[in-house]
């Protein structure tokens, strides 16, 4: 993204991600961690903030206290909501564990056992259940944060369908039971549109979808354009007309699906740590990028080394700094507040060297 010169704007970080989201620049690059499969929830931020999991998965008011403290903390410059990837497929038919505070939720069984029984998964019900909890949770956050954006968050299409059924048959499937891989498909898009639009009714300024179990790495170019962008752009096109800016994380490698990827209607495309930021850069001039700063070394090595990669991430042209995937529960937290403040860091050493020429 060209970057145009904003040094007489005071931005918030609100505006900030906005003014990056729309291709205008900023001052510097936006600092954020969504949510949903990029949770920031780790064991370190529920005790700071006196609130835990799972009940938080379930209470509205302790989901909202929960996301808020990562901006009174100083630990991210966002609000997200909710804190995993299941909301979706339990209300559409699978039985989900809501796991502890350090583990996450996840899938226990699949609501259908092939792709020919798409007629047996339930429609979201957004009046009940968990997405009722976070769309409440994204209300009284929009009562109580005015300078941070609100993000909501949406498991991809992909990712839904395969928490649905089997992942390995659901693959399978796609290219044997192409036209009724392609009915869940139109189903689960069409849920997540229902829910992503109520996020968007309820406050969210932007939308991030996350779909890890989209690859081109698992699904190859044919089958991620067939399977994948499309029903991304779908989604992604649905949440625009609803008024709210959209970003996309997809995992794995790129360097086979950038023809692909340059069809994402998205404002904004995420990636993990194993992308090279500079070779996709390369590959998709002009777009806004996000990421990647390793998960695995924010959980297991110092803040010092958080400090340099995050610094390698704005080097590589990162328009969005964020953690290159979910944070493990168990992340220290200075390691995770290392993010921010070498954003600001960065920020003010390029201000001071800018402001001697």
């Given at each position: 993204?060209?970057t145009?010169?904003?040094d007489?704007?005071m931005?918030?970080?609100?505006?900030?991600?906005?003014?990056?989201?729309d291709g205008?620049?900023?001052?510097?690059?936006?600092?954020i961690?969504?949510?949903?499969?990029?949770?920031m929830?780790?064991?370190?931020l529920q005790?700071?903030?006196?609130?835990g999991?799972p009940?938080?998965?379930?209470?509205?008011?302790k989901?909202?206290?929960?996301?808020e403290?990562?901006?009174?903390?100083?630990?991210?410059e966002?609000?997200?909501?909710?804190?995993?990837?299941?909301v979706?497929?339990?209300?559409?038919?699978?039985?989900?564990?809501l796991?502890?505070?350090?583990?996450e939720?996840?899938?226990?069984e699949?609501?259908?056992?092939?792709?020919?029984h798409y007629a047996?998964?339930?429609?979201i019900?957004?009046?009940?259940?968990?997405?009722?909890?976070?769309?409440?949770?994204?209300?009284i956050?929009?009562?109580e944060v005015?300078?941070?954006?609100?993000?909501?968050?949406?498991?991809g299409p992909?990712?839904?369908?395969?928490?649905l059924?089997?992942?390995e048959?659901f693959?399978?499937?796609?290219?044997k039971k192409n036209?009724?891989?392609h009915k869940?498909?139109?189903?689960?898009?069409?849920?997540?549109?229902?829910?992503?639009?109520?996020?968007?009714?309820?406050?969210?300024?932007v939308?991030?979808?996350?779909?890890?179990?989209?690859?081109?790495?698992?699904l190859?170019?044919?089958?991620?354009?067939?399977?994948?962008?499309?029903?991304?752009?779908?989604?992604?096109?649905?949440?625009h007309?609803?008024?709210?800016?959209?970003?996309v994380?997809?995992?794995?490698?790129?360097?086979?699906v950038y023809?692909?990827?340059?069809?994402?209607h998205?404002?904004?495309?995420?990636?993990d740590?194993?992308?090279?930021?500079?070779?996709a850069?390369?590959?998709?001039?002009?777009?806004?990028?996000?990421?990647?700063v390793?998960?695995?070394?924010?959980e297991l090595?110092?803040?010092?080394?958080?400090?340099?990669?995050?610094?390698?991430?704005i080097?590589s042209?990162?328009?969005?700094v964020?953690?290159a995937c979910?944070l493990?529960?168990?992340?220290?937290?200075?390691n995770v507040?290392?993010?921010?403040?070498a954003?600001?860091?960065?920020?003010d050493?390029?201000?001071?060297?800018?402001?001697?020429k």
């Amino acid at each position: 993204m060209e970057t145009k010169n904003q040094d007489t704007q005071m931005f918030t970080p609100k505006s900030r991600l906005h003014a990056i989201l729309d291709g205008r620049g900023a001052d510097r690059p936006a600092c954020i961690c969504p949510g949903g499969m990029m949770n920031m929830v780790t064991d370190g931020l529920q005790k700071e903030a006196g609130v835990g999991l799972p009940e938080a998965h379930t209470d509205p008011r302790k989901m909202a206290d929960l996301a808020e403290a990562v901006i009174k903390d100083g630990i991210f410059e966002n609000c997200g909501v909710p804190f995993c990837m299941t909301v979706e497929a339990e209300a559409m038919g699978a039985k989900v564990t809501l796991g502890n505070n350090l583990f996450e939720p996840h899938v226990v069984e699949y609501a259908m056992n092939d792709v020919d029984h798409y007629a047996e998964l339930k429609p979201i019900d957004l009046e009940s259940g968990r997405a009722k909890v976070v769309l409440d949770a994204i209300r009284i956050l929009k009562e109580e944060v005015k300078d941070a954006p609100i993000i909501g968050n949406l498991t991809g299409p992909v990712s839904t369908a395969a928490s649905l059924v089997d992942p390995e048959k659901f693959y399978m499937q796609l290219r044997k039971k192409n036209e009724n891989a392609h009915k869940v498909m139109d189903f689960v898009t069409e849920q997540l549109i229902r829910f992503g639009t109520a996020q968007v009714e309820a406050g969210a300024d932007v939308i991030t979808i996350a779909d890890p179990s989209g690859t081109g790495e698992i699904l190859g170019p044919k089958y991620f354009s067939e399977f994948a962008v499309d029903y991304i752009n779908q989604l992604t096109d649905a949440l625009h007309k609803a008024g709210a800016e959209v970003i996309v994380h997809i995992c794995g490698q790129m360097k086979y699906v950038y023809d692909q990827l340059k069809e994402v209607h998205s404002d904004a495309l995420s990636f993990d740590a194993v992308v090279s930021l500079r070779e996709a850069r390369k590959h998709l001039p002009g777009r806004v990028l996000m990421g990647n700063v390793s998960t695995f070394a924010v959980e297991l090595t110092d803040p010092e080394n958080v400090d340099s990669l995050t610094r390698k991430c704005i080097g590589s042209g990162a328009d969005i700094v964020s953690p290159a995937c979910g944070l493990g529960m168990g992340s220290p937290l200075p390691n995770v507040k290392a993010i921010l403040k070498a954003v600001r860091s960065e920020s003010d050493s390029a201000a001071s060297v800018q402001g001697q020429k």
